[in-house]
């Protein structure tokens, strides 16, 4: 009986961690110390170089944690706001980095905090991703006050990692090939004979070299990249095969997202990033969500044309890039290609929407994260 006892606490206890580190009900506070007075312009130069960390202590919520790795994160949230003057730039914190087996509550290893950029409501990434988590795998996010030196900072976004915690906790394993479709903008040059030209992370075939995709996407495991181009090619090629690698109906709903909440800062939209794919042990690629800081039409761009207005965003059509002769969003026009598939999509769309915004959910949502 104390043996029970003791596990249902230890579940109870290590479940209740979990949900508090990204309760939506409180918010938190984290504070860094630098020795270095000059910790801003370290950060700045190790951002611009790579992708190493500065030492520092932290204090989360009173519990501190000595050593922790910090660097700057993100690419318009980071540079846009550097031009500006300003000091509240978004971090990425490992807490391991230096003392190994050291966890946040509910053995987190690494906070992300965005500073919010372009986002008055402050709403729009924890209210994003409390909406994709009803449908599909997503992080989940809540809010951070920030000092560094004793110098408040302000009030951050802090959202979930997708790492081997969420992989685990989502997909029940983590050893399988995760990728982050995420172009680095920094990187130019030409690519090797051989290579179509592509547009971004859009899992266009770009050939059978593994360079003709190097810089579109990053690969946070070990290279695989025959799996990537296995999958580009079977999309592009061969898309009557496509569920023998795909998750399709989990890349559906990640499309009726994107579309539904004018998530243009997407693979929906110009840029065609913000997401990862993970590879799990049956070989199925999962597409997951990622930075819903620009949701709701904060990114305006469709494609290389003109901004859209306030009412091109609210008449969006769901059919976006479904005729694109050029095929530059193959998942979009592949998928929406197929009968079944399209129908499924309309339903995801729709599901959505009356989930969220026909009944108004969304509102009450949003007025009690703001009064949390």
Known sequence: ??????????????SANSQDLYNLSSVKDIKITFEEPDWGMI???????????MIGDMTFNGTPYKDVGIRYKGNSSYFNVLKSGSSK?????????????????????????????????????????????KYMPAPKANFVRVYVNDTYLGLYNSTESVDERFLKQHFGE?????????????????????????????????????????GLYEMKTASSWNELI???????????????????DQALWMLAYNNVLVNLDSYSGRLCHNYYLYQDSFGIFQPILWDMNLNFGGFRFQNEGKSLSLEDMQKLSPFIHYKDKN??????????ENDYYRKLYIAHVKTILEDNFVNGAYKKKATDIQRA
């Open 1 to 14: 009986m104390k043996l029970i006892a003791f596990l249902f606490f230890t579940i109870v206890t290590f």
């Open 43 to 53: 950060l700045d130069g190790l951002k611009q170089n790579g992708k190493n960390r």
């Open 89 to 133: 730039l978004p971090f990425n914190i490992k807490v391991n980095e230096k003392v190994k087996g050291q966890k946040l509550p509910g053995k987190y290893e690494t906070l992300k905090l965005s500073n919010v950029f372009r986002d008055p409501s402050f709403l729009r990434e924890a209210l994003s991703y409390e909406i994709a988590g």
């Open 174 to 214: 983590n050893k399988g090939i995760l990728i982050k479709c995420d172009p680095d903008w920094n990187i130019g040059g030409s690519k090797p004979r051989g290579c179509s030209v592509g547009d971004k992370a859009s899992l266009m075939y770009l050939g059978n070299d593994s360079l003709c995709y190097v």
């Open 230 to 248: 296995r999958l580009c090619k079977i999309l592009n090629k061969e898309p009557d095969k496509i569920e023998s690698i795909l998750n399709v």
């Open 327 to 336: 095929q530059k969003r193959p998942l979009i026009t592949q998928l929406l």
